[in-house]
């Protein structure tokens, strides 16, 4: 895998979909993606969502982060629903420092996805620092 002149690898990604770009990382609270929501219906089982460092992440030890996929079928604000985790993290003995580029985790999406999909970032730590990316990545097929 090649990277760009930003240093981050490079997907093949579904141009101008994305979940949360270069999203800092809320502190002590949760936040929706600062992208989004976008629409996956018609197109489930070619895409995985991919959550990554950005720029340096850092959570302090025994605190969480934790990324939320949440789905729709209206995408008004009362009709989300959790669909799953897509990364959660408890610091413990430094492994709350992650640099730029790691890829946190992947979600390929089911086919019973709701027509809108949205991410959700949380810690629970009032000094978090860091930037992530929640990208929908193509599958070939």
């Known amino acids: 895998m090649y990277k760009l002149d930003d240093g981050l690898p490079f997907y093949q990604r579904v141009y101008g979909q994305d979940l949360a770009l270069k999203q800092s990382l809320p502190q002590s609270k949760k936040e929706k993606g600062n992208k989004g929501p976008i629409e996956v219906d018609g197109i489930n089982g070619s895409l995985e969502i991919l959550a990554r460092a950005n720029a340096d992440v850092t959570i302090a030890d025994g605190r969480k982060l934790t990324i939320t996929l949440e789905h729709s079928d209206t995408g008004k604000d009362a009709d989300w629903n959790v669909l799953g985790t897509l990364y959660t993290l408890t610091a413990s003995s430094g492994s709350g420092l992650l640099k730029k580029g790691v890829e946190l985790d992947r979600f390929p999406l089911k086919s019973t996805v709701k027509r809108y999909l949205r991410a959700q970032i949380e810690t629970d730590d009032g000094s978090a ?10 599958l070939p097929r």
Not at 129 to 138: A, F, M
């Open 129 to 138: 620092s860091g930037t992530l990316d929640i990208i929908p990545v193509y």
